[in-house]
T-cell receptor, first 115, second 117 residues
Framework: GAGVSQSPRYKVTKRGQDVALRCDPI?????LYWYRQALGQGPEFLTY????????KSGLPNDRFSAERPEGSISTLTIQRTEQRDSAMYRC?????????????FGPGTRLTVL | AQSVTQLDSHVSVSEGTPVLLRCNYS??????LFWYVQHPNKGLQLLLK??????LVKGINGFEAEFKKSETSFHLTKPSAHMSDAAEYFC???????????????FGTGTRLTIIP
């Protein structure tokens, strides 16, 4: 497809389980960003990659959250030992190259619900 | 740290009337500002961006925004609302993430726009 895709679109899990959220950026896009959006709020930055290198993970809330992009394309955000407070929409975005003011193209998001 | 404040969580206008969505920003230097729109079950889409060029910025679908440094505002306007404009709108400020040039976007809390037929 032409846009950013994310899977699954919806994920329901029980507290304590691990989840993996996938982001497939636009083909050839260099930079990839993860955001988390709580209900009624705007998205909040989590982390980003240039190619396969994770450049900034200052937004990850704690060490249960991790992300990787091993081949500089698809990225996975993993949440270990999920808690109810992790319930949110997780959004991924990509940009064509590493330039300031580059438009971030967003995917449709993964809605995570932790019971 | 930079931030934006969206002054209205919900705005309702009649179809064909003007739209005004308000945003104020806080920044220690000249910021880059954006408006994104989110339609139900879809990803966020860039409407327009201000990057220290012209203070009046025109975007897609007839929207425009004016950067006013003296008022620290970046309000979004449209002369005539259309039913398809119903969505959530986010005012966004960017913070340069690193020497690489990447940007970390800081979003406002959003304004839900309802269009009355």
């Amino acid at each position: 497809g032409a846009g950013v895709s994310q899977s699954p679109r919806y994920k329901v899990t029980k507290r304590g389980q691990d989840v993996a959220l996938r982001c497939d950026p636009i083909s050839g896009h260099v930079s990839l960003y993860w955001y988390r959006q709580a209900l009624g709020q705007g998205p909040e930055f989590l982390t980003y990659f240039n190619y396969e290198a994770q450049q900034d993970k200052s937004g990850l809330p704690n060490d249960r959250f991790s992300a990787e992009r091993p081949e500089g394309s698809i990225s996975t955000l993993t949440i270990q030992r999920t808690e109810q407070r992790d319930s949110a929409m997780y959004r991924c975005a990509s940009t064509k190259d590493i330039l300031t003011y580059n438009e971030q193209f967003f995917g449709p998001g993964t809605r995570l619900t932790v019971l | 740290a930079q931030s934006v404040t969206q002054l209205d969580s919900h705005v309702s206008v009649s179809e064909g009337t003007p739209v005004l969505l308000r945003c104020n920003y806080s920044s220690s230097y000249s910021p880059s500002l954006f408006w994104y729109v989110q339609h139900p079950n879809k990803g966020l889409q860039l409407l327009l961006k201000y990057t220290s060029a012209a203070t009046l910025v025109k975007g897609i679908n007839g929207f425009e925004a004016e950067f006013k440094k003296s008022e620290t505002s970046f309000h979004l306007t449209k002369p005539s609302a259309h039913m398809s404009d119903a969505a959530e709108y986010f005012c966004v400020v960017s913070d340069q993430a690193s020497n690489f040039g990447n940007e970390k976007l800081t979003f406002g809390t959003g304004t839900r726009l309802t269009i009355i037929p």
